[in-house]
C-alpha cells in the first residue's frame, strides 16, 4: 500500500526510496531491513550528543511521567523554569529574558516579532529587516522573507514581504558587504538578521569571526537590532558554544533551536536583552508580546534540554568537538586532492566542498550522490552541488573513515 505520509523537500513523483527507520543509538540509524546507517548529518543537523544519549533519554522518560502539557500563557512549570536559567547562565549576560516556540523558523517569526514590537511600542517607525544573501531563516513567512529567494520559496512570493540585502562577503569583497550594511543601516531598518560564520542551506558559505565583529559595530553605531540565527550553527557545531563567541559578539536578539534538546525533541527559544524586554512590558495590555503556540515550552521537551544544559555543563563537550574537528579535517585534506572537489573548507564539525561540473541547487549531483550514500548505509543529503558532512560529537573513526571513502568513491565514479 502506498504511504499517505507527504514529506517535506521530497519529489515523491521521482519514486525515490523512503528507507523505515526503526531505532537509532550514537551515530548511527537502524532500518526495518537491519541496515546500520551512519548519521553524517546529524539528522538535519539535530544531534549533537549522539542519538538516544542516555543522560537526556532519562529526563524525558521521568517528565513524561509528572507533566506532559500545561498552557503556558499565565502558568510555568519547573522544566521551563530550571532551563530558563540555566539558558541565562550559560549565555552572555545582556541576553536576560528567554521566549519559548517549537522550532528553528517559529524562533526566527518572534525573534523578527520581537523587533518590530520593540520600535512600535517606541512609536519609532522602523520596519525593515536587512538580510545577507544566500541566508536561509526557516519555512514560515517572515523567516523565508529574511531569506533567499529562489525555487523552494518561488510560488509564495506573493506572501513574502521586501527586505534589504546585503552581498555575501566573497573572499577579496568582504568591504562591498560591509558598505553595504552602513548604507542600509543609514535609512534606520528595525534589524539585521544573519547566520553567524555559516551560511547553512545556502550552501555553508563561510565568513570570518573578524566580519562578523564588524557588521555587529555597524549595527550598534546605527542603532540597528543584531538578530543573530544561531538555529544551526551554536551548540558546538562551529567549534564554540555560540558562533558568535568567536567573535565576541552579543546580539540583542538570539535564535536558538536544533541542538537545543540535542536533537531529541522539538524545541526553541529566543533570547533578548532587557530593553527588548522592556519595550513590551506596561500595564497597557496592548502593548504585550502577541505570539504563542499551543505547545510552548512543552514540559518533557524542556526537560530534554535542561539535561543537554547539564551535559554542557558537566562533560567535556567542546573537547569532543575540537576532536571530532581535528579527524575529519585529515580526511577531509586527503579528499581535497581530487580533481572534482573545489573549495573544501571545514568550521567546527562541519565539512563541506563542491563538486566541480555541477551546479545549482536543483543540481542532479544532488539525488545520485544521496541514494550512492544511502545504498551504502550513509545517510547524507547534499544542497545542490554542495556536499557537507556534520556528524554527531560521538561519531568515531570507523564511521568517518566510511563517510569520507563513499565520498571519494563517488566523486571517482561521477
Known amino acids: 500500500m502506498t504511504s499517505p505520509i507527504w514529506h517535506p523537500f521530497t519529489q515523491h513523483g521521482l519514486g525515490e526510496p523512503i528507507p523505515l527507520v526503526t531505532r537509532a543509538e550514537g551515530a548511527a540509524l537502524y532500518t526495518a531491513e537491519g541496515d546500520r546507517i551512519i548519521d553524517a548529518i546529524s539528522s538535519w543537523w539535530v544531534t549533537t550528543h549522539g542519538h538516544a544519549d542516555p543522560r537526556i533519554m532519562a529526563a524525558i522518560a521521568g517528565q513524561a511521567g509528572k507533566l506532559d502539557q500545561v498552557v503556558f500563557a499565565g502558568w510555568t512549570h519547573e522544566p521551563a523554569e530550571t532551563l530558563a536559567a540555566g539558558l541565562v547562565a550559560m549565555m552572555p549576560d545582556p541576553l536576560a529574558y528567554v521566549f519559548f516556540s517549537d522550532s528553528g523558523?517559529?524562533?526566527?517569526?518572534?525573534?523578527?516579532?520581537?523587533?518590530?514590537?520593540?520600535?512600535?511600542?517606541?512609536?519609532?517607525?522602523?520596519?525593515?529587516?536587512?538580510?545577507?544573501?544566500?541566508?536561509?531563516?526557516?519555512?514560515?513567512?517572515?523567516?523565508?522573507?529574511?531569506?533567499?529567494?529562489?525555487?523552494?520559496?518561488?510560488?509564495?512570493?506573493?506572501?513574502?514581504?521586501?527586505?534589504?540585502?546585503?552581498?555575501?562577503?566573497?573572499?577579496?569583497?568582504?568591504?562591498?558587504?560591509?558598505?553595504?550594511?552602513?548604507?542600509?543601516?543609514?535609512?534606520?531598518?528595525?534589524?539585521?538578521?544573519?547566520?553567524?560564520?555559516?551560511?547553512?542551506?545556502?550552501?555553508?558559505?563561510?565568513?570570518?569571526?573578524?566580519?562578523?565583529?564588524?557588521?555587529?559595530?555597524?549595527?550598534?553605531?546605527?542603532?540597528?537590532?543584531?538578530?543573530?540565527?544561531?538555529?544551526?550553527?551554536?551548540?558546538?557545531?562551529?567549534?564554540?558554544?555560540?558562533?558568535?563567541?568567536?567573535?565576541?559578539?552579543?546580539?540583542?536578539?538570539?535564535?536558538?533551536?536544533?541542538?537545543?534538546?540535542?536533537?531529541a525533541v522539538p524545541l526553541a527559544v529566543t533570547l533578548a536583552t532587557g530593553p527588548i524586554f522592556e519595550a513590551h512590558l506596561s500595564d497597557d495590555r496592548a502593548r504585550m508580546f502577541f505570539h504563542s503556540s499551543s505547545y510552548t515550552a512543552n514540559p518533557i521537551a524542556c526537560a530534554a534540554a535542561a539535561a543537554n544544559l547539564a551535559i554542557w555543563r558537566e562533560e567535556p563537550v567542546l573537547a569532543r568537538v575540537a576532536d571530532l574537528g581535528r579527524r575529519q579535517q585529515v580526511r577531509l585534506d586527503m579528499l581535497a586532492g581530487n580533481p572534482k572537489v573545489a573549495n573544501a573548507r571545514r568550521l567546527g564539525t562541519i565539512a563541506a566542498f563542491e563538486i566541480e561540473g555541477a551546479a545549482g541547487y536543483l543540481s542532479s549531483v544532488a539525488p545520485r550522490l544521496m541514494g550512492f550514500a544511502r545504498e551504502r548505509g550513509v545517510l547524507l543529503r547534499p544542497l545542490g552541488n554542495t556536499v557537507y558532512v556534520m556528524p554527531p560529537y560521538c561519531t568515531d573513526d570507523d564511521d568517518l573513515d566510511a563517510i569520507y571513502a563513499m565520498l571519494g568513491e563517488f566523486l571517482s565514479s561521477e
Open 105 to 263: 523558523s517559529t524562533s526566527v517569526e518572534v525573534a523578527l516579532k520581537m523587533a518590530l514590537g520593540f520600535w512600535a511600542n517606541r512609536n519609532a517607525a522602523r520596519h525593515r529587516i536587512v538580510v545577507m544573501e544566500h541566508s536561509y531563516h526557516g519555512d514560515t513567512i517572515g523567516a523565508m522573507s529574511v531569506g533567499a529567494r529562489g525555487v523552494f520559496n518561488q510560488a509564495y512570493q506573493p506572501l513574502l514581504f521586501d527586505v534589504a540585502t546585503i552581498p555575501f562577503p566573497e573572499p577579496g569583497r568582504e568591504q562591498a558587504t560591509l558598505d553595504a550594511l552602513e548604507a542600509h543601516c543609514r535609512e534606520a531598518p528595525a534589524a539585521f538578521i544573519v547566520e553567524p560564520l555559516i551560511l547553512g542551506a545556502g550552501g555553508m558559505k563561510t565568513y570570518t569571526p573578524a566580519l562578523l565583529a564588524e557588521m555587529r559595530a555597524i549595527c550598534a553605531r546605527r542603532g540597528v537590532l543584531f538578530i543573530a540565527d544561531e538555529v544551526m550553527t551554536a551548540w558546538g557545531r562551529t567549534g564554540s558554544l555560540l558562533a558568535c563567541d568567536q567573535a565576541g559578539v552579543v546580539p540583542d536578539i538570539l535564535c536558538l533551536s536544533k541542538g537545543l534538546t540535542g536533537g
